[in-house]
């Protein structure tokens, strides 16, 4: 079964920027390949929300209103592992952050968290002064 961690989070003051990374275990590099992979968070009191994703072709994203244009997501398979370069945060950006993967064949981005397979135990990002 797919291990995914999170690491990257922190308190940051309004403005700044962090970036988080998520490191996939027990698959080889070419399952790696094979999963979509995607970035959802939660703050408290809300439902969890898509926020990025990232196909299988790396040139394939998609991100909520939210995150466009401020976060960037990546992935880097020879490492297994995929980014989220967060910048200009806001204090509405606090929340724990997950990563998310599923295998599939098909290059398709998936925002939609009931698709994902595989959940990290979520990395705590606060925005504050």
């Known amino acids: 079964q797919v291990q995914l961690v999170e690491s990257g989070g922190g308190l940051v003051q309004p403005g700044g920027s962090l970036r988080l990374s998520c490191v996939a275990s027990?698959?080889?590099?070419?399952?790696?390949?094979?999963?979509?992979m995607g970035w959802f968070r939660q703050a408290p009191g809300q439902a969890r929300e898509f926020i990025a994703g990232?196909?299988?072709?790396?040139?394939?994203?998609k991100y909520a209103d939210s995150a466009n244009g401020r976060f960037t997501i990546s992935r880097d398979n020879t490492k297994m592992t995929q980014y989220l370069q967060m910048n200009n945060l806001e204090p509405e950006d606090t929340a724990v952050y997950y990563c998310?993967?599923?295998?599939?064949?098909?290059?398709?981005?998936?925002?939609?968290?009931?698709?994902?397979?595989?959940w990290g135990q979520g990395t705590q990002v606060t925005v504050s002064s």
């Open positions: 027990r698959l080889d590099g070419d399952d790696f390949r094979r999963h979509v």
């Open positions: 990232v196909g299988r072709i790396e040139s394939n994203t």
């Open positions: 998310a993967a599923r295998e599939t064949w098909a290059n398709i981005v998936f925002d939609d968290e009931a698709e994902y397979d595989y």
